[in-house]
């Protein structure tokens, strides 16, 4: 990986083709945590084995009923045909597009991203020849929906059980936090952020995930997740509190959170500053996500002494009771955290 850097410049120039690009729907943007995401969840899509390190393209290698006879070997081939084509940089855009959009129709698709020589750095080629345009700001709609559909394959590896150890040993996440440090509110960062929020939510959306968790805490994802909740678009807010949630629900995280009072009062600040923003927006499914993170922190017995002083008003009164009126596991969440602060629940 370290020549990418080296010639970074010339394949940026090789990399500049012209042609719109579809924008990926909202069901398909990668790692919300109401599911949706990843390629390598089960699906009903084939399964693309490996031997030697080269593709087998046969239809034999197809699960039952997902597609048949001749159909299913041309298929399956054209997944191969476009491995092939991230390789060349005058065929890639189009593969990036056609890969991002089929990716959960192969269970292992992570497998044969990562396996075959040569499409990691591809796919890392793609993300640096962006860094320029970061600063100062002049991503284009086109750039940022190329670069995300490279982002979206990167999600697919990041998200299967064989290849999601392998992703965080190379470090790969760290490719991305410089996209989840810009503060541009142009739609193409907008999009940018979120998607690449995608992927750093497919690697904490699994249960036992304290290596995903320990790379988190050492390489300083929360301010950047705290800085998207505070000031992002609201579909990159919902996913930045996904991943500090998760952080939080880790015992690690939640002991890294609350070990110095300005760590804690760093994420308290920004949980605070989100109530008053729902009091507003009458965002539920943010609301959801807040609540549990305070209800995470008041495990933690010196953070529940400074929630005592520093919970927000509108938590402890009947503010949100008409959001809330349907939703039973929130309001008993809510209902938890105040009896853990030792407050009354005053009456609807």
């Known amino acids: 990986m370290g020549g990418i850097d080296r010639h970074h410049h010339h394949h940026h120039q090789q990399q500049q083709q012209q042609g719109q690009q579809g924008n990926l729907s909202r069901s398909e943007t990668p790692g919300l945590p109401n599911g949706g995401a990843g390629g390598g969840q089960p699906g009903q899509g084939g399964k693309l084995l490996l031997q030697g390190g080269l593709p087998l393209a046969t239809s034999s290698l197809i699960q039952p009923g997902s597609v048949h006879g001749a159909q299913a070997q041309s298929e399956n081939e054209k997944v191969y045909y476009l491995i092939v084509d991230l390789m060349n940089p005058q065929t890639r855009e189009a593969a990036l597009l056609e890969l991002s959009k089929k990716r959960e129709q192969w269970d292992d698709l992570a497998l044969v991203l990562w396996h075959s020589f040569g499409v990691m750095s591809a796919l890392l080629q793609e993300i640096v020849s962006v860094y320029p345009l970061l600063a100062p700001p002049s ?89 998207i909740m505070e000031t992002g678009s609201e579909l990159s807010k919902t996913v930045a509190i996904f991943i500090v949630q998760k952080i939080l629900l880790d015992e690690v995280g939640l002991g890294y959170i609350c070990q110095t009072y300005e760590r804690f009062y760093a994420v308290g600040t920004v949980l605070s500053n989100m109530v008053q923003q729902l009091v507003e927006t009458q965002a539920v499914r943010l609301l959801k996500h807040v609540v549990r993170c305070y209800l995470r922190l008041s495990d933690n017995l010196r953070a529940r002494e400074a929630l005592r002083a520093c919970l927000p008003e509108p938590l402890r009164d009947a503010t949100f009771s008409p959001l809330l009126k349907g939703d039973m596991v929130t309001k008993r969440c809510l ?9 009354r629940v005053e009456p609807n």
């Open 335 to 343: 209902a938890t955290l105040l009896l853990n602060l030792s407050d």
């Open 139 to 227: 991503l284009t709609a086109h750039a940022s929906n190329r670069v995300c559909n490279a982002l979206a394959l990167l999600q697919c590896v990041a998200s299967h059980n064989d290849t999601r150890s392998l992703f965080l040993s190379a470090h790969i996440p760290l490719f991305l936090y410089p996209f989840l440090n810009t503060t541009s509110k142009t739609r193409p960062f907008e999009y940018l952020r979120l998607t690449s929020l995608g992927v750093i939510g497919a690697l904490v959306k699994q249960n036992d995930n304290s290596d995903v968790i320990n790379f988190l805490l050492s390489t300083e994802i929360i301010p950047l997740c705290l800085r």
